[in-house]
């Protein structure tokens, strides 16, 4: 089992950024590797960032690609959205996730991933 909970969230105008934190926790949680996927109403929940299966390399949707950036804290269990230069259209519910390491998975879909956090709103106003 691995328990996950974002924080971070917020309101803020285009071209501001936000942090958003997942603090990941349970006795497998070195078992998986961590990423980020948002969700707006009404639209499926799409891939935004995370690592590769050894944590030395990063993935991030074209759409974030130069503007956000995924990192970690292995000694803290924790994992970070830094988010810049923000736009209307990044408004979601942002949710981190974790999949298993022990198989081959595919990193951008949301079925690859075991466990979710219960999301973070991030709102950005024109």
């Known amino acids: 089992q691995v328990q996950l909970v974002e924080s971070g969230g917020g309101l803020v105008q285009a071209g501001g950024s936000l942090r958003l934190s997942c603090a990941a926790s349970g006795r497998t949680v070195k078992s998986y590797a961590m990423g980020w996927f948002r969700q707006a109403p009404g639209k499926e929940r799409d891939f935004v960032a995370t690592f590769n299966w050894s944590g030395a390399a990063t993935y991030y949707a074209d759409s974030v690609k130069g503007r956000f950036t995924i990192s970690r804290d292995n000694a803290k269990n924790m994992v970070y959205l830094q988010m810049n230069r923000l736009k209307p259209e990044d408004t979601a519910v942002y949710y981190c996730?974790?999949?298993?390491?022990?198989?081959?998975?595919?990193?951008?879909?949301?079925?690859?991933?075991?466990?979710w956090g219960q999301g973070t709103q991030v709102t950005v106003s024109s």
């Open positions: 996730a974790a999949r298993f390491l022990g198989r081959s998975t595919n990193y951008a879909s949301s079925r690859d991933y075991a466990y």
